[in-house]
């Protein structure tokens, strides 16, 4: 416990969510929303426009000509892609950058919130009830939010924490981060969710996607959601370094989620694909 002043301050130094995400993230909430909307936020932001503008061009994206402009761009991408270029220019450090705390290499956050947030728009039908595709996703990108964080202060100590799961001292490998310093990734998540003024239902995905059965009924199929998503993005190879597949399927899934052996199949398969045509082989935004 002896890191978490330190850890609650470094949270609240973290800047404000950037308007153009905040605008973004409350655009999708609208029924009637347009494409040509969601470029006319972005073109204000010249940071975001650059990094629309790479992704689009990028050789995942496969553009038949150069994209040179921000609607050819958002229209090659789409709109979840957009918001999560948006969002995650706002993780302090940005998503591509190493989490050294998890010994994780460049870009491994990015690609696996990526494929979280795929997986998770590919559940949320599936649950019961189901859950907006769109929340789904955005949920999926930001689940561990807070791992760019806790990774200063878990630097150089991964292996004790991996010591403590292996030993089974610790459930799994976000308890030992919650009995060493206070908080697990997921609780720094939802910190910055707060400071983000995010909606409910997104702080909720991210707070409980390790522990779903404990989340708000309301929301409790999004963290089931999110819960799979990202177990299945870990399978799939692309975790954050160390804790990767250290953590345990609540035993509630069954419950929310149903679905076969094979079509389970068909959605690594189909997320598969999908990873091959987004600018997931960049290191991130």
């Known amino acids: 416990m002896r890191d978490l002043p330190d850890l609650l301050a470094r949270i609240e130094r973290v800047p404000p969510m950037s308007t153009v995400a905040t605008r973004l993230l409350q655009l999708q909430s609208s029924p009637n929303r347009s494409l040509a909307e969601v470029g006319k936020i972005v073109e204000v932001d010249a940071g975001l426009t650059a990094a629309v503008l790479k992704a689009a061009n990028s050789a995942a994206a496969r553009p038949i000509q150069p994209v040179v402009s921000v609607r050819q761009a958002v229209t090659q991408l789409g709109e979840r892609m957009v918001l999560a270029l948006a969002v995650a220019g706002c993780v302090p450090g940005g998503m591509g950058a190493r989490l050294d705390g998890y010994e ?41 939010l807070g791992k760019s964080v806790l990774s200063e202060t878990l630097k150089g100590e991964a292996a004790q924490l991996l010591a403590k799961v292996d030993c089974s001292d610790a459930a799994d490998f976000a308890r030992a981060e919650r009995e060493a310093y206070g908080m697990c990734h997921a609780e720094v998540g939802e910190a910055l969710a707060r400071r983000w003024n995010l909606p409910p239902a997104l702080r909720v995905g991210i707070r409980y996607h390790h522990e779903p059965g404990l989340a708000p009924e309301e929301f409790r199929s999004l963290a089931y959601a999110i819960h799979v998503a990202d177990v299945v993005a870990m399978m799939a190879g692309e975790g954050t370094g160390a804790d990767t597949l250290c953590y345990r399927m609540d035993p509630g899934v069954g419950t929310v989620l149903k679905f076969s052996r094979r079509e389970f199949e068909e959605l690594m398969c189909r997320i598969g694909k999908e990873m091959e045509r987004v600018p997931a082989g960049q290191e991130g935004p």
């Open 104 to 144: 994780s290499e460049r870009g491994a956050l990015w690609r696996h919130s990526l494929r979280t947030a795929l997986a998770a728009r590919g559940l949320a039908r599936r649950c019961h009830p189901p859950v907006d595709a769109d929340l789904a996703f955005t949920a999926g990108i930001l689940h561990d």
